[in-house]
């Protein structure tokens, strides 16, 4: 199992429903109902902000990636 969805299972009930939904929005490109944000640094590295975690994902304009599903701490966009 990849390591996003191991942290999408750990997450409460609620946020999961909202992570959900923005994950189904974006593999919609539905971009305009998310808060999306091109990482700096990076040309096709973006996140989602849902709530207190960050969807992290790339984006080559014909395929999405999901890289990680974390809280938002100081760490979060390390790795990338």
């Not at 939904?21 to 996140?47: E, P, S, V």
């Not at 989602?48 to 990636?65: A, N, S």
């Amino acid at each position: 199992m990849e390591s996003w969805k191991k942290q999408l299972r750990k997450m409460p009930r609620d946020g999961r429903a909202r992570a959900l939904a923005a994950l189904t929005l974006l593999f919609a490109r539905d971009f305009g109902a998310l808060d999306r944000k091109q990482l700096k640094g990076y040309d096709a590295i973006f996140r989602i902000r849902v709530g207190g975690y960050r969807i992290i994902y790339h984006d080559d304009g014909e395929k999405i990636t999901i890289k990680a599903i974390r809280r938002r701490n100081e760490t979060t966009y390390r790795d990338f």
